[in-house]
């Protein structure tokens, strides 16, 4: 059973940074893949950044050059650091997670079986 927790959403003016987290516990294999997806009120929820077990990184191209991925091993925790906040980025933002590297290759909703409660980002304009 693999448990993952969020953390560092909050409101911030467009244009600002923020950082978040994922703690994830429990059995984690030596292959896997790690995402973040967000979901606007009324809205499907999109893939924004994901990264697998080998290091390799998938951006979204609406985030792409704002956001990045990174992940720490020793410490079971992966980061989303977001700048250049826009209002369109408010959302839940959600941590994903799957066994196999080959997860991240599409990075669909379908493909992780576990995900986070989530954390609220509020970009204001």
């Known amino acids: 059973q693999v448990q993952l927790v969020e953390s560092g959403g909050g409101s911030v003016q467009s244009g600002g940074s923020l950082r978040l987290s994922c703690a994830v516990s429990?059995?984690?294999?030596?292959?896997?893949?790690m995402a973040w997806f967000r979901q606007a009120p009324g809205k499907e929820r999109e893939g924004v950044e994901r990264i697998d077990s080998d290091g390799n990184t998938y951006y979204a191209e609406s985030t792409k050059g704002r956001f990045s991925i990174s992940q720490d091993n020793a410490k079971n925790t992966v980061y989303l650091q977001m700048n250049s906040l826009k209002p369109e980025d408010t959302a839940m933002y959600y941590c994903?997670?799957?066994?196999?590297?080959?997860?991240?290759?599409?990075?669909?909703?379908?493909?992780?079986?576990?995900w986070g409660q989530g954390t609220q980002v509020t970009v204001s304009s």
């Open positions: 994903a997670f799957d066994y196999a590297r080959t997860r991240c290759i599409y990075g669909r909703t379908t493909d992780f079986g576990y």
């Open positions: 429990g059995y984690i294999p030596i292959s896997r893949c």
